[in-house]
């Protein structure tokens, strides 16, 4: 193999950057701390995604706007308030108004065991709860985004 | 002002997706929004970690807002070395401006090359100026050399200075003072912020000031300040209280009153397009190049000097001299 169809004489030289996931990180609701969702946030990157994190105290709205501007392969949710089952079907429904159902979505944080099949039936795809280790939510992001990158 | 809908803001979205990644396909769009570009005012904003950035651009579009115009925000931050990924975070500090239809921001991540990302950012920002946005700003953080030269993208430069970041003024130890149209000390409430003033001041006697073009009469501004050129002042702000923003506004506002009066904004227009042009034609020759020469013709340079037996610029003499006939080494 020619040393020219190598990454370094091409990529730097000529500016043509890599494809690179984009993950937004949200917090829905009126929760008072985020340390989850920056450890989150810190692992995708840590995995070489790009996070777009929008902090604490987000509308439904906002977070679909965001992530609609942004153009985010995947958005994830941190939520401890409790108010997971209003919040997250309506960013579901946002998303399809928005023409962008195709776009995953999964959260974290506390949510009871027996609340997650109804969220999974709404569309969340998947659930996260506390102490999951961090490389099963990179794969998951990895799996549910392949086709993107 | 112009109104997007949803379609559209989506549409712009994965086209700058695409300025991101390098895909060409994203050519046709520009092409056709070349000839609409340059009735935005692009704002450089620039200024060490901490100096509250991202809260001021936020003030300044809630602002542009209140007079009827719309605003595209370009954030840029830095990739990891790294690992490649990023922590794009400058949303949290402009929650106010979500769900406003007037308001596009966009994150980006410097993705490692300097030329690409300010070619990506050029991109970003000549696609977002088409789409009629009346302001585009582009936000970088002033540590380096690579982001004054995104900063250069813009028609005025602010770069903002925070007091209390100990007894140095960071934009004068990055050497980003020589850049700035409008020089903010944010966060004015906070003690010091006098001393970061006049420490500002004293540093601005030093650098050497735009050179104005005259003549022109009949406008808000004098002859006078024609003459003298361009006067960089530097301004207080308290962007989390929205204190200082409207001077900053009307400051904007005349600085790009002058650009066009005095010719300074035609002449840096060209220099930016020159620059795109350049970084554009190299990249294209060496493609070319690289297509032309060969894997092996390459690979034999790329030995000799691993060998020692040629410096770097020779040998990319010699292959440019095989590429065009009649050149000399």
Redesign the interface.
Known sequence: M????QAP????????????L?ILIAKPGLDGHDRGAKVI??A????????????L???P??IV??A????VDAIGLSILSGAHNTLLPRVIDLLQA???SDVPVFAGGIIPEEDVPALMQAGIAAIFGPGTPLEEIVSFVRARTAAHC | MVHHS??E??AL??A??RI????LSVQDELRAAWSATGAAHRIGVTGAPGSGKSTLVSALARAWRLRGHSVAILSIDP??PI???????D??RM?EL??DPGV????M?S???V???S??AADAAALLDAHGFDFVVIETVGAGQSEVEIARLADTVVVVEAPGMGDDVQAIKAGILEIADVLVVNKADRPGARKTVAALQAALDLVPQTSGHHGVAGTALSDAALDAGWVVSVLQTTATAAEGVDALVDMLALHREWLHVSGVGDARRRRRYSQELR?RLR?QL??RA?QIL???G??AA?REVAAGRRTPLDAARELAAQLIIGSEL
Do not use: C
């Open positions: 020619s040393e020219l169809t004489v091409n990529d730097a030289a000529a500016g043509t950057p890599q494809p690179r984009r946030a810190r995708l990157r840590d995995a070489g995604m790009e996070v777009i994190y929008t902090g105290r987000q509308t709205e906002m706007d965001a609609a501007q942004e153009d928005a023409g962008m | 949803v379609a803001r989506r979205a994965r700058l997706t991101e990644n390098g895909d990739s990891s690992t490649g990924g990023a922590i794009l975070g949303r949290i929650r979500s769900g596009f921001i966009r994150s991540a993705r490692g090359s030329g690409g990302l070619a990506a970084v990249e060496l493609l690289l060969g894997g092996d390459y690979d790329l």
